[in-house]
């Protein structure tokens, strides 16, 4: 970007001195941002017309979220030119970590589905391959998270700036999008506008910067329809790119549901259909759709719609060009996310979709009449079924590629899940386990972990993560143990003062930090974790011998606003830090911290610190996890289920390096099918956990017995669907385990160098290459 740092600083303080406004850092930012856009704006244009010149088959990736995080750091670090700024600004006294604060977190996503698909296009720009985001620019994002009275409340996230912004509105690239109305001919539709904003993909050392589009939904210039006021015509248009994920639970947020996955699809794939320089029935050699999970399966009949009644094609031609064009990756085994829409809601927004889906779905069954098929197949392979889409099933028939994330994923979706659809199209399956960005989560989040390894095995892990195996050679070296234990001391101090604020009492930074950061869950079973902290405190009180190592538990996450279980599960937590930190005794081994609004610039300050990494889904629930990878590459142990990716995580480093417990995905799935597991038979046996559900059911653990109702309902109503009272004590034994092995301090560390030197298989650059060639067949230039 800059030849020198005096070159920068010239530069610089030229464009600096020009500003009217106060010269603060907040100008700073502004100036960085701007010198920033117009050197990317360069090498954008560079790219585009490479490929352009190239014919270079291009993939376009669907995706609801893009849980990108804050660029104006990663960019200089991908531009290779981070140390000569961040020097530049030293020299002029400024501190471009104070800077970089300034940079408002994207709302565009939510958890590790936007963060996976960020990951990948970061990958994608990297390795310098032609692949770009489809998403939706979400005015509000999903929601800034506050915490009041223990309990999660929700606020609009305010992320979008004018000043400093790298994205580019593209309004010659507009188009109307048309709901409700006749079929066929959208007659009497009501019309939104759908404006592209483009921003910049910057891959390592900047040689190729791919595009992210975020479609923003505006009032179209048509006539809006006689039986709606102009006032809720532009409130429902906006809502459209205003939140993530609003609440369906009612048909008119339905409704707005399929409004934006339909918009996302619809505006992506007739622009590109628009913008291409071939003949149509070239699409699948030119062009990869790759659908991320179910909500942008409407990608299917869309691009059904535009080849029959645009492009002119006969319905045959039309399947045979879809089915060759769009891939689909499934990110869930629970039922509940499994994506169904009652079918007069798709047949009143999108009557033509809708008549194309009926179209599918009498194709495929008839194709299936001419088989013997049991009725409980015939139900499992019917995309419309009982008045409802499902949405998974016509992403599988309408896909040439289908993938689950883990291993242990998609051998649960191809014997279990999607066990008749795995039969129909047996090619179809395959797996791609999931990978994060090395270069947003080891050189961004922990650069000082990173110099530590370029200065041991050199710079080559940068480009090819996997040499981080170089660094097993080490594993028993003590002066590399002393340098890697003061990386990890320091990043903890450095966590302690991002969240000291927040904290009731201080923080000691010779604890084992033990860090559960995802999604509020059933699940994701944050609740056994706090269940298990109660029982050490109980412990603590009652048994004078028991003083534990200490341990400072940090939380963070976020539970959908109607999700009633997940949000007394935090307000669990809440109350139990509170009761916890409070006591003179306890807070000596056992500390809880509750960060509030996590997300990625929180998760770049906590994954580093971390000593332990809490990945206890309950086995068979989780696809796979990359919170677990994350964690690994900074030299955190796993404690954690044989689920998801975590198998993985364990073939890879070995179990006598991280602490695996549980019930085994087989087991849950026995336990499932034959419906004898009982809650209340561990209850009435085991003292200790009968003690904690009796303080539950006190409201001893929620300030009050009726903020206990849907955790005392799902755990004995409901008998414990994700087996958090089932593999309690068995976690209480695997913490006790992790505790023995803290003690041996040389050991730990030993094991935490072989979680990095491990951890370069969960790249996304591996997973990335392995789509390329055996999914969407795509070139890499050099």
């Not at 464009?15 to 050197?39: I, K, N």
């Not at 994923?409 to 179809?428: A, V």
């Not at 930090?513 to 995802?518: L, N, P």
């Amino acid at each position: 970007m800059f030849g020198s740092k005096e070159e920068f600083k010239e530069h610089f303080m030229r464009r600096f001195e020009q500003q009217t406004e106060e010269q603060s850092p907040q100008t700073a930012y502004a100036v960085l941002g701007d010198m920033l856009r117009e050197h990317i704006q360069e090498d954008w244009e560079r790219t585009n017309t490479r490929y352009a010149e190239h014919k270079d088959k291009q993939l376009y990736y669907f995706s609801i979220e893009f849980l990108i995080g804050r660029l104006l750091g990663q960019n200089l670090l991908n531009l290779a030119c981070y140390d000569l700024v961040k020097e530049g600004l030293d020299e002029l006294g400024y501190d471009l970590s104070e800077i970089e604060e300034f940079e408002p977190e994207p709302g565009l996503g939510n958890g590790g589905l936007g963060r996976l698909a960020a990951g990948f296009l970061d990958s994608l720009a990297s390795l310098q391959m032609p692949g770009h985001g489809c998403g939706i620019r979400y005015k509000g994002g999903l929601f800034t998270q506050h915490i009041k009275d223990g309990f999660q409340t929700e606020q609009p996230t305010d992320w979008i700036r004018e000043t400093g912004s790298l994205d580019v509105r593209r309004e010659d690239l507009a188009l109307d999008i048309p709901f409700f109305g006749q079929a066929g001919t959208a007659e009497n539709a009501e019309w939104v506008k759908a404006v592209p904003y483009d921003m910049p993909v910057v891959g390592a050392n900047g040689r190729t910067i791919n595009t992210l589009r975020l479609w923003q939904a505006e009032p179209s210039d048509r006539p809006i329809p006689s039986t709606k006021t102009m006032q809720i015509y532009e409130r429902e248009t906006a809502a459209i790119s205003d939140r993530l994920y609003p609440d369906d639970s009612l048909d008119e947020g339905k409704i707005l549901r399929l409004k934006q996955q339909y918009f996302l699809c619809s505006a992506s794939i007739r622009t590109i259909l628009k913008e291409r320089q071939f003949e149509i029935r070239e699409l699948p050699d030119r062009v990869a759709i790759q659908v991320n999970d179910t909500h942008p399966a409407m990608a299917v009949p869309e691009l059904m719609r535009v080849l029959l009644d645009e492009e002119g094609l006969d319905w045959d031609e039309a399947w045979a060009i879809t089915t060759r064009t769009i891939s689909y990756t499934n990110h869930t085994i629970l039922e509940e996310a499994m994506e169904k829409w009652d079918s007069y809601l798709i047949e009143t927004l999108l009557p033509r979709i809708y008549q194309i889906i009926e179209e599918i779905d009498r194709r495929f069954k008839a194709k299936l009449a001419t088989q013997q098929l049991s009725t409980h197949d015939r139900h499992k392979l019917s995309i419309i079924e009982n008045d409802r889409v499902k949405m998974a099933v016509l992403a599988v028939v309408g896909s040439y590629k289908v993938n689950g994330v883990a291993k242990l994923h998609t051998e649960i979706l191809k014997q279990r899940e999607m066990k008749e659809l795995h039969e129909q199209f047996p090619d179809k399956f395959h797996n791609k386990t999931n990978g994060i960005s090395h270069r947003r989560w080891l050189m961004k989040a922990n650069p000082e972990l990173a110099s530590l390894i370029t200065e041991s095995i050199g710079s080559g892990w940068v480009t090819e993560p996997e040499r981080l195996r170089e660094l097993d050679r080490f594993a028993k070296d003590q002066s590399f143990h002393a340098s890697f234990e003061a990386v990890k001391r320091q990043k903890k101090e450095q966590l302690i003062r991002h969240v000291e604020h927040i904290s009731d009492s201080p923080i000691d930074p010779d604890s084992i930090f033990d860090i559960h950061i995802k999604r509020i869950h059933g699940y994701k079973r944050q609740l056994m974790n706090i269940l298990h902290i109660q029982m050490l405190y109980d412990r603590i009180r009652q048994d004078s011998s028991f003083r534990p190592y200490p341990r400072t538990f940090f939380f963070g996450g976020k539970a959908a606003p109607t999700y009633d279980f997940a949000k007394q599960v935090i307000k669990t937590i809440n109350t139990v830090a509170h009761k916890v930190n409070s006591d003179p005794l306890v807070r000596q081994h056992v500390h809880v911290v509750f960060v509030e609004n996590y997300n990625v610039s929180k998760a770049e300050q906590l994954i580093p610190a971390a000593n332990v990494s809490e990945q206890i889904s309950t086995a068979s629930k989780e696809a796979s996890g990359t919170g677990n990878m994350k964690f690994m590459m900074n030299g955190a142990l796993t404690l954690g289920t044989v689920d998801g990716a975590n198998v993985e995580i364990f073939e890879q480093v070995g179990e006598e390096n991280a602490f695996p417990f549980g019930l085994l995905a087989e087991q849950v799935m026995q336990f499932e099918k034959d419906g004898t597991y009982d809650p209340q038979e561990i209850i009435r046996h085991d003292p200790e956990i009968r003690q904690v559900m009796a303080e539950l059911t006190g409201g001893q653990l929620t300030d009050g017995i009726e903020n206990s109702n849907y955790i005392i309902r799902q755990l004995i109503d409901r008998r414990d669907p994700f087996f958090v009272l089932k593999d309690l004590r068995s976690y209480m034994a695997v913490h006790d385990q992790m505790l023995m092995a803290y003690t041996e301090q040389t050991r730990w560390t030993e094991m935490a160098i072989k979680n990095v030197a491990a951890s370069g298989y969960f790249s996304s650059d591996r997973t990335i290459r392995q789509y390329a060639e055996e999914v969407w067949h795509l070139d890499r230039r050099s």
